[in-house]
Structure formats: structure tokens, C-alpha cells
Nanobody
Framework: QVQLVESGGGLVQAGGSLRLSCAAS????????MAWYRQAPGNQRELVAT???????TYSDSVKGRFTISRDTAKKTVYLQMSSLKPEDTAVYYCNARGGLYLGLREVWGQGTLVTVSS
């Protein structure tokens, strides 16, 4: 089974930066897609960014140019570097893994980490 542990959330002022980490229990090349989602109070969970086992990345329009998803395969960790943060970025951020050797058609979620951006 794949387990994910997020860290790095906190309180930051608008315009600031924060880096989230997601440590996986399995080698990243065994997971088809790693992703970051977020859920603000009263809103549905939304996709923020993805990175594939081949290293390809995608971003939602709302974060493109401000957020960067990356990985360290040796540390089995995926990062989300967030810059130029806005109050509307406030949410619980979740790491997600889907597909690959151990998951097949399934997906798993981390416990979430809260990011609060003050104006």
C-alpha cells in the first residue's frame, strides 16, 4: 500500500511563499501520478497541480505561474512551491497518488495540511 504524509502548511501573509512536502512510502516511479488538491471551507476539493512518473506537470489556471510542483525521487517526496500567495489560496491542501504498480486503478490521499494566507 502507498502512504502519503504531508507537511509544510502554516500561516503566511499575502504575497509570501510556502513550500509543501508530500513524502510517499513507495518509490515515485511506481506511482503513475502524484497530485496536489486543495479544499477551501464550503468549496469542493479542486485539483491544483500534477506530476507524472515521467516528470510531466500540469497546473490549474488559478495557480499557473505562481505554484511549482516538483519531486525528489531519492527522498520519495513531491513538493508544491507556492509563491505570490493570495488570501483565496487559503485551504487544506491534500497530496494524492493514483495508479501504478501498487495502486492499480486506486488512489490514496494524505491527511491534509492547512495553508492560511492573511491579507
Amino acid at each position: 500500500q502507498v502512504q502519503l504524509v504531508e507537511s509544510g502548511g502554516g500561516l503566511v501573509q499575502a504575497g509570501g511563499s510556502l513550500r509543501l512536502s508530500c513524502a510517499a512510502s513507495k518509490l515515485l516511479f511506481t506511482i503513475d501520478v502524484m497530485a496536489w488538491y486543495r479544499q477551501a471551507p464550503g468549496n469542493q476539493r479542486e485539483l491544483v497541480a500534477t506530476i507524472t512518473s515521467a516528470g510531466g506537470t500540469t497546473y490549474s489556471d488559478s495557480v499557473k505561474g505562481r505554484f511549482t510542483i516538483s519531486r525528489d525521487t531519492a527522498k520519495k517526496t513531491v513538493y508544491l512551491q507556492m509563491s505570490s500567495l493570495k488570501p483565496e489560496d487559503t485551504a487544506v491542501y491534500y497530496c494524492n497518488a493514483r495508479g501504478g504498480l501498487y495502486l492499480g486503478l486506486r488512489e490514496v490521499w494524505g491527511q491534509g495540511t492547512l495553508v492560511t494566507v492573511s491579507s
